[in-house]
């Protein structure tokens, strides 16, 4: 007697914690999470590069709602796009801070996609996937999105580029880069800090 109704309170916990985590799963949200200039620093790359091929060219000091390219001499604008179409360009990219312990933070919560529009720079392909398994090794290759126009299906997406935003019914996240600073329609985050603070 006392064992049956020991197994009956067994079956019923079983079931019960079966079901909480079903309904877990199925409240788990989506997160997009795009790649440059949000979890990879381009511009500091451009930096890079920019010293090592105009060593006594100097830079535009950088403002607000400008883009790189934007703060060249007119007579070197035009060549420097170049660069981030060769093969390599994205493979060495620094990494934006505390984006990795953030990110791996919010895959305990959320699932979460990588979202780049990486069919912009056709040689950028390889070099994005092996960045990644460098230094997201915790994203899996499912959760990866190449793409061009970012028409995904999440419900949150972190994004420093605001026509990534156009048409997505979720929670928009404008991650700072100084070409965006001057838009004031999305909500902001300036750090990975920042969206632990709104997400975790
Ligand atoms: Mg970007």
Redesign the pocket.
């Known amino acids: 007697m006392f064992f049956k109704l020991n197994l009956n309170l067994l079956i019923k916990i079983f079931i019960s914690i079966c079901t909480i985590r079903i309904f877990e799963k199925m409240e788990r949200q989506r997160i997009g999470i795009?790649?440059?200039?949000?979890l990879a620093d381009v511009i500091a790359k451009f930096e890079t590069l920019y010293k090592q091929h105009h060593p006594n060219e100097t830079l535009q000091e950088q403002a607000d709602g400008i883009e790189f390219y934007d703060l060249l001499p007119e007579h070197i604008a035009g060549d420097f796009r170049k660069h981030i179409y060769e093969k390599g360009f994205f493979r060495d990219l620094e990494v934006i801070e505390d984006s990795q312990r953030v990110v791996k933070e919010l895959t305990k919560k959320y699932d979460v996609f990588i979202v780049s529009a990486a069919m912009e720079f056709r040689n950028s392909l390889e070099d994005k996937v092996d960045w990644l398994a460098d230094h997201f090794p915790f994203i899996s290759w499912q959760r990866t999105i190449f793409c061009g126009l970012k028409i995904v299906n999440v419900d949150v997406l972190i994004?420093?580029?605001s026509r990534n935003f156009i048409g997505f019914d979720g929670r928009p996240l404008l991650f700072t880069s100084p070409h965006n600073r001057l838009i004031t329609e999305f909500e902001r985050v300036n750090t990975w800090e920042e969206v632990a603070a709104k997400l975790l």
């Open positions: 795009d790649m440059d200039e949000v994004d420093d580029r």
